[in-house]
């Protein structure tokens, strides 16, 4: 019947809505976690892993924590030792710091001279890295702390440069108000459908219930029935037209190589821009 026709358009919809422009994507957080430290005070700790963390972030491109915004929401007993080869402890860590990667690091110092020995969980198995040891006046540079740290973490793609000029620049803009009121429009159009397309297929299975595939049954319940479908399907078009009409209106406010800009201009709207 209407309903499965419905359903189908209501599918379609929904796709097309998840491919709209402008949503998120999370980055992959990392964060300096100091598992062990000897002869070393808690503030040199806090600089130590702060530096690291700015080299790290310099190196490979990730964004890193560290210092003492990361120690602070570390539990008040610490972390245990063996906490890197433990993937409860591990992912309970990540949940608690909001990140994806850990760096555990353990600080010597012997004398002037501080060595660091890192071990990095990227996935729940975690990898040791070469230990980093030098002065203490170098690892509190972060532009000497890059220079050694550079397989420590893998180097995340730089965005492509644009360039004046570029006939075809990839870029992406905040989309413009009126793609988000054909959005919304779609979303809430989505939703009736869904509702009524619902409705529809429980006065459907009512009907047949009741023998309506056997025998005659009152009028006005099968223009019920026949109203509420068209209903549904009314609204599954209208909100794949306003999918249609937020893509649209996406591509030429926001994405041509000239956006176009809308104003209110006396009793009306002057469009300024080229397609």
Same mark, same amino acid.
């Given at each position: 019947?209407?309903?499965?026709?419905?359903?189908? #358009?209501?599918? &379609?919809?929904g796709l097309v809505l998840?491919?709209?422009p402008g949503l998120g994507q999370a980055q992959t957080q990392t964060a300096v976690v100091p598992l062990l430290s000897v002869n070393l005070q808690e503030a040199e700790v806090d600089a130590l892993t702060e530096t690291l963390a700015q080299g790290l972030h310099q190196a490979s491109a990730h964004?890193?924590?560290g210092g003492r915004s990361v120690r602070r929401r570390l539990p008040e007993a610490g972390v245990a030792p063996d906490c890197p080869s433990d993937p409860t402890c591990v992912s309970q860590l990540r949940a608690r710091l909001e990140v994806q990667a850990l760096v555990?690091?353990? #600080?010597?110092? &012997?004398g002037t001279h501080i060595q660091v020995d890192p071990s990095i969980c990227l996935t729940e198995q975690a990898e040791a890295r070469p230990a980093l040891r030098g002065p203490s006046e170098d690892l509190l540079r972060p532009e000497w702390v890059k220079g050694h740290v550079q397989d420590w973490?893998?180097?995340?793609?730089?965005?492509?440069v644009q360039v004046a000029g570029d006939p075809s620049p990839e870029r992406?803009?905040?989309?413009?108000?009126?793609v988000w009121v054909a959005g919304a429009v779609a979303l809430t159009a989505l939703s009736v459908g869904v509702g009524l397309g619902v409705h529809a297929k429980n006065?459907?299975?009512?009907? &047949?219930?009741?023998?309506?595939?056997l025998r005659a049954c009152a009028e006005q319940e099968i223009d019920a029935l026949s109203r509420t479908a068209r209903g549904a399907d009314a609204a599954f078009i209208i909100g794949g037209v306003a999918a249609a009409a937020s893509l649209g209106l996406y591509y030429v406010l926001d994405v041509g190589p000239e956006p176009l800009v809308l104003r209110v201009h006396g009793q009306g709207l002057a469009i300024a821009g080229q397609f």
């Amino acid at each position: 019947m209407c309903t499965h026709r419905s359903a189908s #358009l209501g599918l &379609v919809l929904g796709l097309v809505l998840c491919h709209l422009p402008g949503l998120g994507q999370a980055q992959t957080q990392t964060a300096v976690v100091p598992l062990l430290s000897v002869n070393l005070q808690e503030a040199e700790v806090d600089a130590l892993t702060e530096t690291l963390a700015q080299g790290l972030h310099q190196a490979s491109a990730h964004p890193v924590r560290g210092g003492r915004s990361v120690r602070r929401r570390l539990p008040e007993a610490g972390v245990a030792p063996d906490c890197p080869s433990d993937p409860t402890c591990v992912s309970q860590l990540r949940a608690r710091l909001e990140v994806q990667a850990l760096v555990f690091v353990i #600080l010597t110092k &012997v004398g002037t001279h501080i060595q660091v020995d890192p071990s990095i969980c990227l996935t729940e198995q975690a990898e040791a890295r070469p230990a980093l040891r030098g002065p203490s006046e170098d690892l509190l540079r972060p532009e000497w702390v890059k220079g050694h740290v550079q397989d420590w973490l893998p180097r995340r793609a730089a965005p492509p440069v644009q360039v004046a000029g570029d006939p075809s620049p990839e870029r992406w803009r905040r989309p413009s108000w009126p793609v988000w009121v054909a959005g919304a429009v779609a979303l809430t159009a989505l939703s009736v459908g869904v509702g009524l397309g619902v409705h529809a297929k429980n006065l459907e299975t009512d009907l &047949v219930a009741d023998g309506c595939e056997l025998r005659a049954c009152a009028e006005q319940e099968i223009d019920a029935l026949s109203r509420t479908a068209r209903g549904a399907d009314a609204a599954f078009i209208i909100g794949g037209v306003a999918a249609a009409a937020s893509l649209g209106l996406y591509y030429v406010l926001d994405v041509g190589p000239e956006p176009l800009v809308l104003r209110v201009h006396g009793q009306g709207l002057a469009i300024a821009g080229q397609f």
